[in-house]
């Protein structure tokens, strides 16, 4: 198996769908920035052993919440979170963590944007 192979089959694993939808809005603009989101992400990192679907979740969202500029993706991880088996409590307990290491309004967006996930929900 691939690597693209290998990363697309973990991508559906993660996010059904939705990861093909990002792929497919960068066909047209930067298809080969498709590509190395599929493998390096998905095919090496997300593949390895050694942690867990749910906790490479929680520590996705917990640094895209820290982060602070990445709402759109958040919000796919938060709704990959729950896909692979995260409670509710615990992406939000993931972010209102980040208040301490990121500040309030890190904190205060994530929590935002996991409400607007969990309603879609």
């Given amino acids: 198996m691939t690597r693209y192979e290998r ?12 990861g093909q939808a990002v792929v497919d ?9 498709a590509h190395y989101l599929i493998e390096f992400p998905f095919g090496d990192i997300y593949s390895r052993p050694g942690l867990d679907l749910e906790s490479r979740e929680i520590a996705t969202i917990a640094a895209l919440t820290a982060m602070g500029t990445a709402a759109p993706q958040l919000k796919v991880h938060i709704a990959a ?29 994530g929590l935002f944007a996991a409400r607007e996930v969990f309603a879609a929900h």
């Fill in 7 to 18: 990363g697309m089959k973990k991508l559906e694993e993660i996010d059904g769908q939705a």
């Fill in 25 to 33: 809005g960068l066909r047209d603009i930067a298809p080969d920035f």
């Fill in 81 to 109: 979170g729950l896909n692979v088996g995260l409670t509710r409590e615990q992406i939000t307990e993931t972010i209102m963590q980040m208040a301490v290491y990121a500040g309030f309004p890190a904190a205060l967006n």
